[in-house]
């Protein structure tokens, strides 16, 4: 067996973040094997996590990264235990580590099958780097969901992170001409319409996209609401209570946040005028931190 001195056992640190003497009682278990006691922390790791998964993990952040032709936009929310190691050093490390392997990951459609994805670092998988990261942080940690936008044509990819980490927002806006990206009225509609998005909340960008039964979960309601009344007339109640519904919820049809004159249709109008080029609002995502822990 090789001696395990305590050069051995900060090299073992160094290369895994494990605490000493965690790294001291896996060098002796693999028998001052460095590799073997990387591999037995590993472990020891991911059945740490096994034993954290039932603890709520409702802090963390969603961060965002954009490609440098601004073509590739993505948005994750990492999830922990405490907003002390959402600030850790260890933690931001962490994210990063998540967002490289989205960014150079090829294109899947479910949460799942991001996390059964080679990693390219020590784990066979994202899910178990994911685990072996619990292990060393001593919380329930997570990637609860993620938006990876890859833009064809000619447009961008735009995102904005407030307050800290809390809200995020990812959205895809095309234009007919790559030169009107570099147009500073083009720009500035983009920086607004992500500030407006991660305001004003919308769950679609135009009505076409409101599901089929959230509109009908939303009309019975409204016929609950006034079931007293002649039938007659509900409909026609109705359709201008689900005319304020979309107006609220669609993106193209709410209220510019900086300027309520004027909604996010008008706003699209003016800066394709101004541009002499056709804007579209394609696509969005906006996540606000443990949504999904809260709905769960």
Same mark, same amino acid.
């Given at each position: 067996?090789?001696?395990?001195?305590? !050069?051995?056992?900060?090299?073992?640190?160094?290369?895994?973040?494990?605490?000493?003497?965690?790294?001291?009682?896996?060098?002796?278990?693999?028998?001052?094997?460095?590799?073997?006691?990387?591999?037995?922390?590993?472990?020891?790791?991911?059945?740490?996590?096994?034993?954290?998964?039932?603890?709520?993990?409702?802090?963390?952040?969603?961060?965002?990264?954009?490609?440098?032709?601004?073509?590739?936009?993505?948005?994750?929310?990492?999830?922990?235990?405490?907003?002390?190691?959402?600030?850790? !050093?260890?933690?931001?490390?962490?994210?990063?580590?998540?967002?490289?392997?989205?960014?150079?990951?090829?294109?899947?459609?479910?949460?799942?099958?991001?996390?059964?994805?080679?990693?390219?670092?020590?784990?066979?998988?994202?899910?178990?780097?994911?685990?072996?990261?619990?292990?060393?942080?001593?919380?329930?940690?997570?990637?609860?969901?993620?938006?990876?936008?890859?833009?064809?044509?000619?447009?961008?990819?735009?995102?904005?992170?407030?307050?800290?980490?809390?809200?995020?927002?990812?959205?895809?806006?095309?234009?007919?001409?790559?030169?009107?990206?570099?147009?500073?009225?083009?720009?500035?509609?983009?920086?607004?319409?992500?500030?407006?998005?991660?305001?004003?909340?919308?769950?679609?960008?135009?009505?076409?996209?409101?599901?089929?039964?959230?509109?009908?979960?939303?009309?019975?309601?409204?016929?609950?609401?006034?079931?007293?009344?002649?039938?007659?007339?509900? !409909?026609?109640?109705?359709?201008?209570?689900?005319?304020?519904?979309?107006?609220?919820?669609?993106?193209?049809?709410?209220?510019?946040?900086?300027?309520?004159?004027?909604?996010?249709?008008?706003?699209?109008?003016?800066?394709?005028?101004?541009?002499?080029?056709?804007?579209?609002?394609?696509?969005? !995502?906006?996540?606000?931190?443990?949504?999904?822990?809260?709905?769960?």
């Amino acid at each position: 067996m090789a001696e395990i001195t305590v !050069e051995l056992i900060k090299t073992l640190r160094d290369k895994t973040n494990a605490g000493m003497m965690d790294c001291k009682a896996a060098l002796a278990e693999a028998g001052g094997d460095l590799e073997e006691a990387e591999t037995i922390l590993r472990k020891k790791g991911i059945a740490d996590a096994d034993k954290k998964a039932g603890r709520a993990a409702k802090e963390g952040v969603v961060a965002s990264r954009i490609s440098d032709d601004g073509k590739t936009g993505i948005l994750v929310e990492v999830n922990c235990e405490t907003d002390f190691v959402a600030k850790n !050093e260890n933690f931001t490390s962490f994210v990063n580590e998540i967002l490289d392997h989205v960014e150079s990951s090829t294109s899947v459609d479910s949460l799942e099958a991001l996390l059964a994805q080679d990693f390219s670092g020590d784990a066979s998988t994202l899910d178990e780097f994911i685990k072996a990261k619990i292990g060393e942080l001593g919380e329930n940690m997570g990637l609860s969901r993620f938006a990876k936008y890859e833009l064809g044509g000619d447009g961008v990819e735009a995102s904005y992170i407030h307050m800290q980490g809390r809200v995020g927002v990812l959205t895809e806006v095309q234009c007919g001409s790559a030169a009107t990206t570099s147009n500073e009225a083009f720009q500035t509609f983009v920086k607004d319409l992500t500030l407006h998005i991660a305001a004003s909340q919308p769950i679609c960008v135009d009505r076409d996209g409101v599901p089929a039964d959230l509109v009908e979960k939303e009309k019975e309601i409204f016929r609950d609401q006034m079931k007293d009344k002649p039938a007659e007339i509900i !409909e026609k109640i109705i359709d201008g209570k689900m005319g304020k519904f979309f107006s609220t919820n669609c993106l193209l049809e709410q209220a510019f946040i900086k300027d309520g004159d004027k909604s996010i249709k008008d706003l699209v109008a003016e800066v394709s005028q101004e541009t002499g080029d056709e804007i579209t609002i394609s696509r969005f !995502e906006r996540y606000g931190l443990g949504e999904l822990v809260e709905e769960a």
